[in-house]
């Protein structure tokens, strides 16, 4: 791999860290990025679905997930890990990822991580050929294209240090404060950087200075390289051996930090781990001259770093091989955002003509559309326009229950509020507020309660033995006039339905063998409408391969009562339209119908 990220990488981040996550995204934009460079969060202690980040002036949805591997099932092209955990978990997130597979390089932020560990990480990696950047680090920078968390800083200060397109210089540095300084340093004296990566301060880092010279060294972006080191460890050595073996060809300035140990009595640990010379070979002063003697850019001092810099590329732009940078068009990050109070995912009326789920209304609208109203349903509750077979299942939940005559409890209601001279709002509602548990709201709950017991693999009896230890009926079953000898005919209608058109109905055929049971007790415990329904939605998402906790999420958010709802609406406006046609006088109930049992007030 030349490049070490594209404009098309995209990453998984360990760990919600909001400001970095936003850096990130403001830098997406502003270098007019097509997709996020976060596709996604793991975030193990939230039990948020999502979060949101500005995308320029607007917000964008990043999902958040429990685990890496959940992330990384539902983002399999996201190839990098930036982990942010702290140094007590950091190993063992690189360690997971690296036993999932799919990431091309993980950046490891904690400083800390124990040695012994860190060096069995690293060669882990290794041998996975994954490019492991840290640990202890900023990160690194393929301007234009991909940035990891803070580096760079704001996008004010990345803007001035030319950090939002490529440059010629391929930055290899230990410490990420200095890289920030350098690509700064390299902004004003060249034409910025093409490639940076800040390896970490620790001693033992996954990728080291000679991985990523020779990457630099393949890319043809890059002109000539730049390394920062610091005193301790012996990897500069090896970039002097690959420069003799003629592996590396393109012009190198180089300068380890460090050099003023020498001035103090005793060995110098200095703010990095990595930071210590153990022997006279990983002082500054002898890597500094072994690398000037092998025909590496070495300045007389830091502060000469910048006048060398000047000097490498304007030999090589006079040359030819840099040419001079066209500035690519920029976004600008607006000053002042408001986050949105409201999120909608199903339907957008902006524009000329309003949207379900990127149809346009009259691309639905119509007969000639070929959609239906089970379509439109499909697409606006669940997201997705769903098969025939299943779209005709759902209009024909709505027509089977739309009426079941006046003298149920929602209709009865419905009536009796309408003759109360209420409009057809108030009387629909009076209706809609009967349904519940008993009334054609246990679509739901049939469809939890006997889903748990299929995935648990109950017997009926068991399942009946734990639904009374739950101390409540069984939801789906039941009826008050309808009976093994005076059939639900619409129960029958549904169950052929789904026999006809389902590719399989697993759970609807467990539910007949409690229905056995159950009206072997009592001939009235039938399977009834609510519980056909509800069984057969989950025997139709599981066909359609929704996962289980999908199917929950519907279930606990009540989206199976809703069949009801909706289809019985039609049926109470209709009773509603009924009452105003006749115009009925207010209902009374008849006091003979009425046991009063009133017993006189205890006095206190
Ligand atoms: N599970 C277990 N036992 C039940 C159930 C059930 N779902 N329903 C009734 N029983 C038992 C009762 O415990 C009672 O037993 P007992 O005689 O030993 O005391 C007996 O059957 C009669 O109970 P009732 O409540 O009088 O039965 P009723 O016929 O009045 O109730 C109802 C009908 C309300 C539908 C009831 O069966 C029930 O609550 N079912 C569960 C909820 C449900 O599915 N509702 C949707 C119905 S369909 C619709 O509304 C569109
Ligand atoms: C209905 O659909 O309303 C009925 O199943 C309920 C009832 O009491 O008949």
Not at 236 to 241: G, L, N, T
Not at 332 to 343: N, Q, T
Not at 419 to 443: N, Q
């Amino acid at each position: 791999m030349a490049q070490l990220f594209t404009r098309d990488t995209q990453a998984i981040f360990w760990n919600n860290n909001k400001t970095a996550i936003q850096r990130m995204l403001d830098y997406d934009y502003t270098i007019k990025r097509t997709t996020p460079s976060v596709a996604a969060i793991v975030a193990p202690t939230s039990s948020n679905k999502f979060d949101k980040f500005f995308y320029g002036p607007d917000e964008v949805m990043i999902p958040l997930f429990k685990t890496t591997a959940e992330a990384k099932a539902a983002q399999p092209q996201a190839d990098v890990l930036l982990n942010f955990a702290s140094f007590r978990t950091a190993y063992d997130v690189t360690m997971e990822a690296l036993n999932l597979g799919g990431f091309s390089s993980i950046m490891i932020t904690a400083e800390g991580i124990p040695e012994r560990l860190a060096r069995g990480m690293n060669e882990f990696a290794r041998s996975k050929n994954v490019t492991v950047i840290g640990p202890a680090t900023v990160g690194g920078i393929v301007p234009g294209a991909f940035k990891i968390a803070n580096v760079g800083g704001t996008i004010e200060n990345i803007v001035q240090s030319k950090l939002h397109r490529a440059g010629s210089c391929g930055l290899v540095t230990r410490s990420g404060g200095l890289f920030n300084e350098l690509s700064n340093i390299i902004s004003i004296n060249a034409d910025g950087i093409a490639e940076g990566v800040a390896i970490g301060g620790d001693r033992f880092v996954g990728s080291v200075f000679i991985d990523n010279l020779l990457r630099m060294e393949a890319n043809p972006e890059v002109k000539y390289m730049l390394l920062l080191g610091e005193v301790g460890g012996t990897e500069e050595y090896k970039v002097i051996e690959a420069i003799k073996a003629g592996k590396l060809t393109k012009p190198i300035i180089a300068w380890c930090i460090g050099t003023i140990a020498k001035y103090y009595d005793s060995g110098v640990q200095f703010g990095h781990a990595g930071a210590s010379a153990n022997d006279d070979r990983e002082t500054a002063e002898s890597k500094n001259n072994a690398m000037r003697e092998a025909g590496i850019h070495v300045p007389g001092s830091f502060n000469d770093l910048p006048e060398i810099i000047s000097a490498v590329y304007h030999e090589l732009h006079a040359q030819g091989t840099i040419k001079d940078i066209k500035e690519p068009p920029l976004n600008l990050v607006p000053k002042s955002r408001r986050s949105k109070e409201f999120i909608c995912t199903i339907s957008d009326d902006r524009g000329e003509e309003a949207h379900y789920c990127g149809y346009p209304i009259s691309s639905v609208a119509t007969p000639d559309t070929g959609f239906t109203v089970g379509d439109v349903m499909s697409i606006l509750w669940f997201k997705k326009r769903y098969p025939r077979w299943a779209v005709d299942f759902l209009e024909t939940v709505l027509k089977t229950v739309a009426d079941h005559g006046p003298a149920v409890s929602g209709a009865h209601n419905a009536k009796v509020t309408a003759r109360a001279g209420k409009d057809v709002i108030s009387s629909l509602i009076a209706g809609l507020l009967t349904i519940g548990p008993r009334f054609g709201g246990a679509i739901d709950g049939a469809a939890k309660y006997f889903k748990y017991a299929d995935d648990h693999k109950l017997t009926p009896k068991e399942f009946l033995a734990y639904m009374k230890k739950e101390g409540t009926p069984i939801p789906g079953i039941g009826h008050r006039i309808k009976s093994l000898k005076n059939p639900d005919l619409r129960v029958e209608g549904l169950k052929k339905f789904a026999k006809e058109h389902f590719p399989s109905t697993p759970l609807l055929d467990y539910a007949l063998t409690v229905e056995q049971l159950t009206t072997s007790k009592k001939e009235t415990l039938i399977l009834n409408v609510d519980g056909t329904i509800g069984i057969l939605m989950v025997d139709m998402w599981r066909s359609l391969s929704y996962k289980d906790e999908e199917i929950d999420v519907f279930i606990d958010a009540g989206a199976l009562n809703a069949f009801f709802i909706l289809g019985r609406s039609i049926g109470f406006i209709g009773h509603i339209l009924d009452e105003k046609r006749l115009a009925m006088p207010m209902y009374r109930h008849p006091m003979d119908d009425i046991l009063y049992d009133v017993q006189k007030a205890e006095e206190l």
